[in-house]
């Protein structure tokens, strides 16, 4: 987009590269220090680093295999791409399954983010997910070549990682951290559409109601001390409701994550902004 690379590494339910060309008139026009307390795929923070070179940049997530792995991408790209080759010549589906076990071990370390993202690339529909026990049961995915190896990706991500604070915290440990000079983006898990439309289990701990208003709590605190802010959500009553008085701007996001094919199409989204715009 506009001459900068996106280099996502992991796919992630909600990525927001899709929606970059949406997002652009929407950023503020000065800021020193960025947040991203739902890190995710990553697509916002690399737009950002290499658009606006803010002073100090903080990723954030409570997530910690994904946490590991951004901070294995940054310290140790060279290690993990070795062991993704390794992945990628004995990849099977019987191989997926000792794997997926091994994972479920929780061994930690980066051989723990090489075998995150091969069975990232390789299980059923790219969905991070974790049952009750905390363990990743999603089943292979039958591709004919996965990019299980992305080699210029992992290169380039590591190289804008450089500098950046990454940290496995609850997204309310920002309150305190974040000044008046600073843009913080919240992309959290969305507040479903209906009953049975959302796709929250990226861990056992789903993203309830409450968390929803304890985000609205911290965003109109952080709005307090005159940070510059943006959130994005479904677009549903509660949210409406939860941040009513703000910069309320909708966009068109295509949804990827669904098993019916018929549900995969283009919806509304909010973008929460608490500051005016040009557009």
């Not at 990553?42 to 990723?59: D, H, T």
Request: with cysteine.
């Amino acid at each position: 987009m506009n001459g900068f690379d996106i280099p996502i590494f992991v796919k992630w339910a909600g990525g927001k590269s899709q929606l970059l060309s949406q997002f652009e008139p929407y950023f503020p026009d000065v800021f020193s220090g960025y947040f991203e307390p739902f890190l995710g795929g990553g697509a916002v923070f690399y737009y950002v680093k290499q658009k606006y070179s803010p002073e100090r940049i903080v990723l954030s997530d409570s997530n910690k295999i994904l946490i590991d792995c951004y901070i294995n991408v940054r310290d140790s790209v060279e290690d993990l791409i070795e062991l993704l080759k390794v992945h990628q010549k004995n990849h099977s589906e019987r191989y997926y399954y000792k794997i997926r076990d091994t994972f479920n071990a929780r061994l930690g370390g980066i051989d723990e983010s090489s075998m995150f993202l091969y069975l990232n690339k390789t299980c059923f529909n790219g969905l991070y997910r974790e049952n009750s026990k905390g363990e990743f049961n999603v089943p292979f995915g039958k591709y004919k070549n996965p990019n299980i190896v992305n080699e210029e990706a992992l290169k380039k991500a590591s190289e804008l990682l450089q500098g950046v604070d990454i940290v496995l915290r609850d997204f309310e440990d920002i309150e305190g951290k974040v000044t008046g000079e600073d843009l913080v983006y919240f992309d959290p898990p969305y507040h479903p559409l209906s009953e049975t439309s959302s796709f929250t289990g990226y861990t056992n701990g789903c993203f309830t109601d409450k968390d929803q208003v304890r985000l609205s709590r911290l965003y109109k605190e952080l709005d307090k001390e005159g940070a510059k802010l943006k959130l994005s959500n479904s677009d549903t009553p509660l949210i409406r409701e939860l941040f009513d008085g703000y910069n309320i701007q909708v966009v068109k996001a295509r949804r990827n994550i669904n098993c019916k094919g018929n549900g995969r199409g283009k919806i509304n989204e909010l973008l929460i902004l608490n500051y005016e715009t040009n557009n």
